[in-house]
């Protein structure tokens, strides 16, 4: 029918890593940015040493990634980046 439009699909892009870069597929901030952040400390809500191991996997991944990047210079920034905003209170 004229004048009808289709049903409105959102594709909701989650706040994930974008490898090798490490930045946000949906928002283009660093990552973990905050709305991931959010996400990881209401999965990890209980468990907070298994969100810094994890976390600390994804640093050791990245600064991989970026040092390859940057001609094997290392960010300097990486542990306040992944770790310094979860660290247990």
Do not use: K
């Not at 940015?33 to 050791?60: F, H, K, W």
């Amino acid at each position: 029918m004229a004048g009808q439009r289709g049903p409105l699909v959102t594709r909701l892009v989650p706040h994930q890593p974008m490898r090798p870069l490490w930045r946000c597929r949906n928002c283009g901030a660093e990552w973990p940015c905050q709305p991931a952040r959010l996400v990881l400390l209401t999965e990890y809500r209980n468990d907070r040493i298994a969100l810094l191991v994890y976390l600390s996997t994804l640093m050791a991944e990245a600064a991989d990634h970026l040092a390859t990047l940057n001609g094997h210079a290392r960010p300097a920034n990486l542990h306040d980046r992944f770790l310094g905003w979860a660290r247990a209170r």
